[in-house]
């Protein structure tokens, strides 16, 4: 039996087009590219064959509306959606909004491509401003009804997307709880350390400090989180020695050990002091100089800190290659007698030079040796250059980079990517510039003088 073809889900199929057409076309307005494709769309075509007729159609470049702002990455919600997510956003938008029509609520869930959160915050306005809700309340004399909260309460509502984006919408609140209640947790704990006389000393700015708000170093020297948050923050953005580069941590603090301590502080014990911001560019910081301390050939994303090797790989005469290229010579020159003359006095020649190199001038035969490995280095490097290509793909996770930029200008790679464009076209505008000075003067000299 022939294998049977995999289908592919047509909901991926069509973010999957979208994916591809963002990246041709950045600048292009993402509701326009979603219209085209459904337009297109063909359930049993492969990704290759959509792409194609949509290309295909004539000047589509010229014809896409440009997107509004200047914010060319594709969201989260601008990407296709199941129906079991419409319908689940239609019914909980109906239920909440029932003072307003079903084709308000349906028009602002396809100008915001149904996306809850979007449509909701519209569907809130529109229900402030609604002539319907205000005449039935002031005829019927119903009581004002509660603004609608802006983060709704839903529970479960049946659909895994909606269930998520809900709890994505609720984790402010829920972080901006959790600090609170630490707030309070520490103002407490304080309050117990001062009834029993039990705080402690900071060796570094000598404050008295909770025992849960202390660090210490390998040696037992105790200081304050405050001054590990200085320490630290001075170490990445000035010029200070607090920071000990190979241990990957934060050196001693201590102001009062002699003699003066030279130990470190654990890294799990600073990074419990530290925000996570000071943290990853402590961690950045010391990337940063291991990269240019180890001397290796580095390709480095120009948006964040991540970076890999780009050594060019070691080259080798195969054994079989040279074997085949010598029979394949000896079968040529076999149709004529007069080729193999020509390819043994060649030879011969060759094998003479490199003889009267090695012998009679050794720095020579050194000084050609040189030459050449430095023009077979040169091609594997281009070689290798050529087969890398010069696109540079950041693999630094998608949330927190993820960005491709190109090898030779650093800039961001987009489609039809040009390097040092803007530089180009400043150099032309320049020239342009001078040249229109330069026709007006011309055109300001009297004829008289000419």
């Known amino acids: 039996m022939p294998p049977t073809k995999t289908r592919t889900d047509p909901l991926r199929l069509r973010n999957q087009c979208l994916d591809a057409l963002h990246e041709l076309f950045p600048e292009a307005d993402v509701g326009d590219l979603r219209y085209r494709i459904n337009s297109k769309f063909q359930e049993h075509a492969e990704l290759s064959e959509q792409l194609k007729m949509l290309l295909e159609h004539s000047q589509m470049g010229r014809k896409l509306k440009k997107r509004a702002g200047n914010n060319e990455i594709l969201q989260p919600w601008e990407m296709f959606r199941s129906n079991e997510y419409i319908k689940a956003v239609e019914y909980h938008l109906r239920k909440e909004f029932k003072s307003l029509s079903k084709s308000t609520i349906l028009g602002v869930m396809a100008e915001n491509n149904n996306h809850f959160t979007k449509s909701r915050m519209v569907l809130i306005d529109i229900n402030r401003k609604s002539w319907r809700h205000k005449i039935t309340s002031w005829i019927f004399l119903r009581p004002k009804l509660e603004e609608p909260r802006a983060i709704p309460k839903l529970g479960l509502t049946g659909c895994k997307e909606l269930d998520e984006e809900l709890w994505e919408l609720g984790a402010p609140s829920r972080k901006e709880q959790a600090a609170s209640d630490l707030a309070i947790a520490i103002a407490m704990n304080e309050k117990q350390y001062e009834q029993h006389g039990a705080l402690l000393e900071c060796e570094c700015c000598f404050g008295d400090y909770t025992f849960e708000s202390m660090v210490a170093c390998c040696y037992g020297h ?9 320490a630290a923050k001075e170490g990445v953005y000035g010029q200070t020695t607090s920071l000990m580069r190979e241990k990957g941590t934060l050196r001693c603090l201590s102001s009062v050990a002699d003699p003066p301590c030279d130990r470190h502080v ?12 000071i943290l990853r560019a402590m961690e950045d910081k010391f990337m940063e100089d291991d990269i240019i301390h180890s001397g290796l050939p580095i390709a480095k994303c120009p948006f964040c800190m991540y970076a890999e090797t780009d050594e060019v790989p070691g080259w080798a005469v195969r054994r079989g290659a040279a074997y085949t290229t010598v029979a394949l010579a000896l079968f040529i020159a076999s149709a004529n007698f007069l080729l193999v003359l020509l390819l043994a006095l060649a030879a011969l ?3 003479s030079y490199i003889y009267l190199l090695e012998v009679v001038s050794a720095p020579n035969a050194l000084y050609f040796e040189q030459i050449l490995s430095k023009l077979i280095n040169r091609a594997v490097k281009q070689k290798h250059e050529k087969m890398r290509g010069q696109v540079f793909q950041c693999r630094n ?3 927190t980079c993820g960005r491709k930029s190109c090898r030779s200008c650093g800039k961001e790679w987009k489609a039809f990517h040009k390097c040092f464009e803007n530089e180009e076209e400043a150099l032309r505008i320049c020239v342009e510039n001078a040249m229109a000075v330069a026709i007006k003067r011309t055109v300001s000299i009297p004829h008289g003088l000419i």
């Open 222 to 230: 105790l200081f304050c989180h405050n001054c590990v948050f200085n």
């Open 266 to 277: 654990p890294l799990d014990l600073v990074s419990q002091a530290l925000p996570a911001e």
């Open 349 to 351: 020649s060759a094998l």
């Open 397 to 399: 996770g998608s949330e």
